[in-house]
């Protein structure tokens, strides 16, 4: 966490000698205000980062970072965007300013080598009409403004871009509803509901507690079978009991089934994980599984080696292995993992379905897609085995690592199950 602030201002250091550089206008007036925000940005960043280490901030602290949460983030994703895109529109701005200078070079040189005729007398000027230059000042106006124009159109727009998704469509929540054929479900499971939220993130930094209920209360309406949070839940251990106990509000036929996140690792000990969630009276399933109103639910916890939490796949069958150990032959099973990565060991074992999250969607979407799924696959939505044997989707979260989505908003879920 701590490498986070110099990253960041690496980053927007490079974007700002990018900015004064490349696009046409961007004089030391804007460079030094720019300048200013960005600092302020990584200032922002600070709390967030070293509350870990020295402990709880004062309160003024924790409201002045909530106030410039939304508009500090604009700028963190406006630069990413804009270096991201800087191939585009670096070329163009450099090539816009050589134009912009040549057009400058020439006009003076016509104006120095113009003879310098004597005025018109005043009543030949008013009975003899002058050349009109009409034509020609609107087509210099029009070339010079889109020389001057063209270059800021994509970092302008990743700023605007940046406004939209973090101080609108970050804050919204989006109830999807998904039917999934399961083979061998039997006829009166059919319609049988699992609501499922993860990667909430709170935490005074992150997520806060009233968007959580607010999507509490859309799973609330939706007389569900089952609700299973699939991991990441919380970031701040003090916060961890609140949340869970939020999530129990919902009211369910059959209970709430967990599985844990690889956040929850970096929580506190195992043991307090486990007793957050036994005093909040949800099951939390550790390699373990259990047989609810006719369905088998398997859970496994974050599978990992070393100090940093990171999937370790080696692990995994030996995880699944255990937690499928006392199920019976023909029970519909449904795979509680947050990581979707796990989903390649299914084939085989006869697993229905598996319910993960981590990914957040990726945040950037398209068409209910990722725009990532080419370089980070399974990362959104309802995927197949090769062999058919096994069905996967990947929830976009309830939260946010950094409160910014576009095209993919936070969502809780319904999974309705179909008998086939």
Known sequence: MGVIPVVAIALMVTWLVLLRWALPGFGRKLLRAFALVTLFTVLMMLPRV??????????????????FLGPSTVVQV???AGLFTAPLWVPLGRLAKRRLRQQDQAARSEASAAPQLPLPKAETALTQPQPSSLPVLPQILSRRSLLQTLPWLLPGGAMVGASYGVLIESSQIALRRIRIAVPGLP???????????????ISRFQTQLRHLERGMELLAREKLDLLCPTGDLCDEPRLHLDTLRLIKQVPTRLGHIA?????ELYLAEPSTIRQAYERAQIQLLEEDSVLVGGVRLAGIGFAHSGKV????????GGQLDEALKNRRQGEPTILLAH????F???EGRSIALQLSGHTHGGQIGLLGRSLLEPVYPLIRGYYQAKDHSSQLFVSAG????LPFRFGCPPEVVVIELQAV
Do not use: M, S
Not at 187 to 201: P, S, Y
Not at 309 to 316: H, K, Y
């Open 50 to 67: 070293l509350w870990r280490w020295a402990g709880a901030p004062p309160g003024w602290v924790t409201t002045l970072h909530q106030v």
């Open 78 to 80: 406006a630069v990413l």
């Open 187 to 201: 006829k009166e499971l059919d319609g049988f509901r699992i609501g499922q939220v993860t990667d909430i993130h």
């Open 259 to 263: 599985c844990a996140g690889n956040h």
């Open 309 to 316: 939490p990171r999937l370790d796949e080696r692990l995994v």
């Open 339 to 342: 990581h979707p990565h796990v």
């Open 344 to 346: 390649p060991h299914v």
């Open 398 to 401: 309830l939260g946010h690592w």
